[in-house]
Every structure is written in structure tokens, then in C-alpha cells.
């Protein structure tokens, strides 16, 4: 008699609040206790070692990654008349704070083989951008938890005076030749959303910078514009700070995040070791590593597999399957005039298996056995 095998977790937060649950407890234990709900002591060290991590002098921590591209536009002034550069092949969010603050979103198609943002087409939706709208910035989004080429997009960016906010909200932990995610680009966003490599038990998110001027302005558009006292507003701002209780989870978090994602790299190579032979396993870019928000392959038939991996009790995730020049509220904006054939290719090919730090080897060959078998029948 054999037994039901345990269901398998897509991302697994359940082992890692066992883990630091008692350290946690007590943390949230002292935010009751001081009774600072809102820009508490945990705040200040929170920033401090965010901005450790990301290797440049500033952090800031806001209400969750959203924000944080709100705020980093915000801050650079970028409003109605710009366009800001995006690729289509992200969450909605990057493009949708562009639109928040009256700019356009102008979408740039994306690599073939890291799926992010590809520089020969942002050069082209540049040289084509409507004479209405003036280009301003660049969002580059380090999809599926790698950094994105930003020497290359870097140096079309330096030559056009244009600003660049890396979207790092899946890659926070990574590097890129040795410099980390947070020191890449002018101004880096990132995000605590629970599901994400370094999530609290909420929304959350924030800015990273070397910048000291905009790191005053995004102190200041953070808590409704204020000025040198509560009361003075010196621009217009949002709320849009973080909870204490928050920073609290996520300080207890970053203790443990270099082991997770230590873990996190072992479990993807595995993966890609046992998989590379039946579908297009990631590629991570020339230099740089991963902290692996997903592990996502390509495959022909991706919508059969997918099929049968859930029929075996595999989840599976599709990021994302319609990209955003495709939907509604952003058809309307400019996009390479050379075409978005890459993106529109991946969105039917791709697919995520499951990912975090505390899968075991019997779980992943459970996976693996399932996906090798759904790729030879799935027609
Ligand atoms: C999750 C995510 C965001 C938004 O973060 P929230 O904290 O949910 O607002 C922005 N950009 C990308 C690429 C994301 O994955």
C-alpha cells in the first residue's frame, strides 16, 4: 500500500515562519510594547540594512513595491508629457505607475533567452517615441529574480539623459558583476509582498539609492510632501510609509535571507541540471546570479504539460500569460514599431514549477519525474 504523497507548495512560507516564528513573536512583541505603529525604531534599521544589501548609501521603506516606483518617479519629477521605457513582459505594476503619475508607458520587447528588457529595441523605442512625449526614464525589470543587462541598457540610457529605476522588486539579494541589485541603476524599487525572495507578512516595499538629494525628496514625498516640520508641506506626496510591525517581520527575515538564497541557487541548478534535456531551462545573463522569484522554462506544448503536471499534483504558474500592450488599459501606448515578437512568443511557451528554499530532493525529483513524463505524452 503505498500512501498519498504530501501536496506539494507552489512557494512553501509555512516552513520558513516555523523557523523564525519565536523570534518573530517577540519582535512584534516589542512593536506593541514601544507602541510606535508607524516610522518606529525597526524603520531606521530596516533602511539600514536594506541599504547594506543593495551595496549604496540609502534605503527607504515604503507601503509596498508599487509605491516605491510611484515615489521613484515622483521624486525624478516625471509626469505628464514623459515616456518611461517598460517592457510588457512584467507585473502590471511597473507600467502602472508610469500611467499613476500622468506619464506614458512606452513598451520595450524583451531578450529571447533572459526575457528581460532587450537594449536594440528600447534603442528603437527611443529614435521612434512620439514628438509629443518627451523620454524621461527607464524601467527595467529584473524578471524571475535576475538583474537585467544594465551595462547595456545603462549606456543607451547615459546617452539619452535619461534616468533609470531599476524595478528590482524579484530580484532584491542578486548581483551583477559583483555590484549588488539596489547599486545597478539611479534609483532601485523593490518589494516585500509576502510571495516575493525577501517578503514580510503584508504589503511593503522600497527605494534604494546612493543619491542624497533623492533620498530627502523620497523621505519627504513619502510622508505627504512634508517640508522641515510635520506640518509644512514642501511638495505634493502620499502616505506611503511601511508599518513598523513590518520592518519588525522583515528584520527577522534578513537574517536568514543569504541562507535562503544560498538554497534557493542550489534548488534551480538542481533543477536545471535534472531538466535541461526536455525543456528550455533559464539562462541567467554573463556575470550576474539569480535569487530566483521563479523558476520559469519554455516548453512547445506548454499548455498540455501544464495539464498534466497539475493532473500529478504539481502546481505550475504562468508568469505572465497576457503581456501588457495586449490588455485594455494599455493598448493604447507606444511599443517598439519593430514589433513585440518576442514577448508575444514567450506568453504562450512559458511556465513556473515550484520554488523556494525548503524544498527537499524527494519533492524536486517528484517534479521532475512528473514534468519528464508530461513532456513525452503531452501531445
Ligand atoms: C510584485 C511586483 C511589483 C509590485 O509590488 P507590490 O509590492 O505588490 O506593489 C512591481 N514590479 C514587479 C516586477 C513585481 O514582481
Redesign the pocket.
Known amino acids: 500500500m503505498t500512501a498519498t504523497p504530501a501536496p506539494i507548495a507552489f512557494i512553501d512560507l509555512k516552513t520558513q515562519r516555523l523557523r523564525i516564528a519565536d523570534k518573530v513573536e517577540a519582535a512584534l512583541k516589542k512593536v506593541l510594547e514601544h507602541g510606535a505603529f508607524v516610522m518606529g525604531p525597526e524603520i531606521i534599521a530596516l533602511e539600514k540594512q536594506l541599504a547594506q544589501w543593495g551595496g549604496v548609501k540609502h534605503a527607504l521603506a515604503c507601503a509596498?513595491?508599487?509605491?516605491a516606483?510611484v515615489l521613484a518617479l515622483m521624486a525624478k519629477g516625471i509626469g505628464p508629457g514623459h515616456a518611461v521605457f517598460v517592457p510588457s513582459f512584467?507585473?502590471v505594476?511597473?507600467a502602472e505607475a508610469a500611467v499613476l503619475v500622468g506619464a506614458a508607458p512606452v513598451f520595450v520587447d524583451i531578450l529571447p533567452d533572459l526575457l528581460t528588457m532587450d537594449p536594440a529595441s528600447l534603442q528603437r523605442c527611443i529614435d521612434s517615441c512620439p514628438s509629443h512625449l518627451e523620454p524621461k526614464a527607464v524601467m527595467p525589470?529584473d524578471?524571475f529574480g535576475q538583474p537585467a543587462d544594465y551595462v547595456a541598457l545603462g549606456a543607451i540610457a547615459a546617452k539619452h539623459g535619461l534616468t533609470m529605476i531599476a524595478?528590482a522588486?524579484?530580484s532584491f539579494g542578486a548581483a551583477l558583476h559583483g555590484t549588488p541589485v539596489g547599486a545597478l541603476a539611479e534609483m532601485t524599487t523593490t518589494?516585500?509582498?509576502p510571495a516575493?525572495p525577501l517578503g514580510c507578512y503584508g504589503?511593503?516595499?522600497a527605494v534604494l539609492t546612493d543619491d542624497d538629494e533623492l533620498i530627502e525628496i523620497l523621505r519627504s514625498i513619502r510622508n505627504h510632501g512634508q517640508g522641515r516640520d510635520r506640518y509644512e508641506h514642501a511638495r505634493i506626496g502620499v502616505n506611503g510609509r511601511l508599518d513598523t510591525m513590518q520592518a519588525a517581520i522583515l528584520l527577522e527575515k534578513l537574517a536568514i535571507f543569504a541562507d535562503e538564497i544560498q538554497a534557493r541557487d542550489r534548488i534551480a541548478n538542481r533543477y536545471t541540471q535534472l531538466l535541461a534535456d526536455v525543456v528550455a531551462t533559464p539562462v541567467v545573463i554573463a556575470g550576474g546570479t539569480s535569487v530566483w522569484a521563479q523558476y520559469t522554462m519554455t516548453t512547445a506544448n506548454r499548455d498540455a504539460v501544464i495539464k498534466a503536471l497539475n493532473a500529478d499534483g504539481v502546481p505550475t504558474g504562468i508568469y505572465y500569460p497576457t503581456p501588457l500592450h495586449l490588455q485594455g488599459p494599455y493598448a493604447a501606448f507606444p511599443r517598439d514599431p519593430a514589433g513585440m515578437a518576442v514577448t508575444e512568443d514567450k506568453m504562450g511557451h512559458v511556465f513556473s514549477l515550484p520554488m523556494h528554499p525548503y524544498m527537499d530532493e524527494a519533492t524536486q525529483d517528484r517534479i521532475v519525474a512528473a514534468l519528464r513524463q508530461a513532456v513525452e505524452t503531452s501531445p
Not at 64 to 67: A, I, K, L
Open positions: 509596498s513595491g508599487t509605491d516606483l512584467t507585473f505594476a511597473t525589470v524578471l524595478d522588486a524579484q518589494s516585500f509582498f516575493k504589503d511593503g516595499g
